[in-house]
């Protein structure tokens, strides 16, 4: 059954004394994920009232991975071009394939923009291709 209003169930959870942090951090992102983004106002208080600012990078951070935390445009434009996948042979169950496997391929390939990778080390250049570094 869909939920109708998910800031009504998700705000009790929230509000509960006897969950762990990380457990909140979980709801809160399962809301953004369903939600597909938040505002950065909701987000903002969604973390005070929780009390996880020391935390709070762990939601913030879903951005480098191209998940929509903060319903934006600014966000919107640093998307990781996806591969076109159409030629490949997918099963009844798997037809989706998930953006990490384009990064990863990119990675191996060096073709990662390093200004929004810039923690990603370069292939020496004497490397074959054999495997990643």
Not at 6 to 30: F, G, Q, T, W
Not at 99 to 122: F, G, R, T
Request: charged share 25%; proline share 5%.
């Amino acid at each position: 059954q869909k939920v109708k209003d998910s800031m009504r169930v998700l705000l009790p959870v929230l509000l509960n004394k006897s969950h762990e942090s990380y457990d909140k951090i979980r709801a809160i992102l399962l809301y953004i994920f369903s939600t597909n983004g938040t505002t950065q106002e909701n987000l903002d208080k969604l973390i005070q009232n929780v009390q996880i600012e020391s935390d709070s990078d762990m939601i913030r951070n879903w951005k480098y991975l191209d998940v929509p935390v903060i319903s934006s445009f600014a966000v919107q434009q640093h998307k990781h071009p996806r591969r076109d996948r159409s030629s490949e042979e997918t099963f009844q169950l798997s037809r989706w394939t998930p953006v990490i496997k384009d990064v990863m391929e990119d990675a191996i390939e060096n073709k990662l923009d390093s200004k929004e990778w810039p923690y990603s080390s370069q292939c020496p250049p004497t490397w074959n291709g054999s495997g990643a570094v």
